[in-house]
Each structure stands twice: as C-alpha cells, then as structure tokens.
C-alpha cells in the first residue's frame, strides 16, 4: 500500500525559533498533500493543501506567513512553523493524495515548544 | 462548510461483543465517508470507507452503514478484540480532496 513517511517525528524547539517538518510519499507521487494539526484527544483540523509547483491553499484562520508549506517535488512537503510559540505545540499529521478520494496519512510529528 | 459530528466519544466493549460508532454530517453535498483508525502517537489508518451510491459496505469484521436522506453513516465492528482498541475518526468530503473529521471515538475491548 502507499506510504507516507514525515521526519522528525518528535521535535522539542525554543519558542521563537522555527522548525521545519517533512512529508514524504515513498513509493507514489502526489501532486497535492494536506497538512492538519491535531491537540491532545480531539480531532484533526485541515490546516491548508499543498499543491506541487504551486502556493498552498490555507484554510480560514490558519496564518500563512506563520505555517511555510512548500512542495517542491511530486514527493515531498514541508511545513515550517516559524517564531513558534507554546500554543503552537501540537501533533501536526500530513497525508498524500494518490487519487482522488484517496488519501494515507503519514505517522505525524509530535512538536513541543517550550 | 461541512460539520461533522461523531457519537460516543468512548466506547467500551467486552471482547466478542460488536461495537457501533455514528457519525452526521451537514452537507447534502458530501459523497464520500471513510473511517479511520488511529493508535497512540501514530497517524491515521484508513479502514473502511462508502461513497454516496451505496447504502452499505462490508470488510470481514467491519461494516460501514449510509443513510443518506437522514445523513448519517455508522461503523459496526464485530467479534471484538483487543487490538481492536484505538481512537476511531469518520470523516465526509464533498470533493474527495478535503476531508473533514469527526471528533473521534475512543474504543476499548476489555478481554
């Protein structure tokens, strides 16, 4: 089946310094991958959708200039939280988009900011 | 845009017995629900998933039930066992891109 992999899978960063989280799509392409963070023992929220070659799609309330997407390649995302802050800590979980209806999510990253 | 609402946010069962998670959705325009299962500090895995045309869908243990006048979908799992404990997620999307969750319901089977 398709596999999604994200790295690190763990980060602990200082507030104000940025970090950078990687999705990879191991043996598909994926012209489009999402990005959701999801708090202790609630739900996942879409944050925004990456699209290969092209600026990502934020969803409402969701800062861009906070959250860097860039998808530079068929297989490859990246989110970067930038001057993260405590309230930023969370389990942010991508998923790759083989087709239509068809999503795999990756393992998630556990981000602490202290 | 969709709202998606999941019952019961816990879930006990004793090993064997079936459990039955539901979930609504807002949006007539929804056509796609799958099912999610997720384990501690891991991320989501799909299990099931129904498109709009059907009313029902089966994979050995587990079934996934559409009512699409009232706008609900149920999962049903059967024979129970304790790897079946996880944190569960339905979801509805209306494009097949987009995909918005429920709030999860945690499962136990007790053996």
């Known amino acids: 089946g398709a596999v999604v992999s994200q790295h690190p899978s763990r980060v602990i960063c200082k507030s104000g310094t940025s970090v950078k989280i990687e999705c990879r799509s191991l043996?598909?392409?994926?012209?489009?991958m999402f990005w959701y963070r999801q708090f202790p023992k609630q739900s996942l929220m879409l944050m925004a959708t990456s699209n290969e070659g092209s600026k990502a799609t934020y969803e409402q309330g969701v800062e861009k200039d906070k959250f860097l997407i860039n998808h530079a390649s068929l297989t490859l995302s990246t989110l970067t939280v930038t001057s993260a802050h405590p309230e930023d800590s969370s389990f942010y979980i991508c998923?790759?988009?083989?087709?239509?209806?068809?999503?795999?999510f990756g393992p998630g990253t556990r981000l602490t900011v202290t | 845009g969709e709202n998606v609402e999941q019952h019961p946010s816990t879930l006990s069962v004793q090993e064997g017995d079936s459990a039955v998670i539901k979930c609504t959705y807002s949006?007539?325009?929804?056509?796609?629900f799958p099912w999610y299962k997720q384990e501690l500090g891991k991320g989501p895995q799909l299990i099931i998933d129904i498109r709009s045309n059907v009313g029902e869908k089966k994979d050995q243990r587990i079934a996934v039930t559409l009512n699409k006048t009232a706008k609900h979908f149920s999962l049903h799992i059967t024979e129970t066992q304790p790897e079946d404990s996880a944190v569960y997620f339905c979801?509805?999307?209306?494009?097949?891109?987009?995909?918005?969750f429920g709030t999860g319901t945690s499962l136990t089977v007790i053996p």
């Open positions: 979801a509805a999307s209306i494009t097949g891109n987009q995909f918005y």
């Open positions: 949006d007539s325009a929804s056509n796609y």
């Open positions: 998923s790759a988009q083989t087709g239509t209806y068809e999503q795999y």
């Open positions: 043996d598909f392409q994926a012209t489009t």
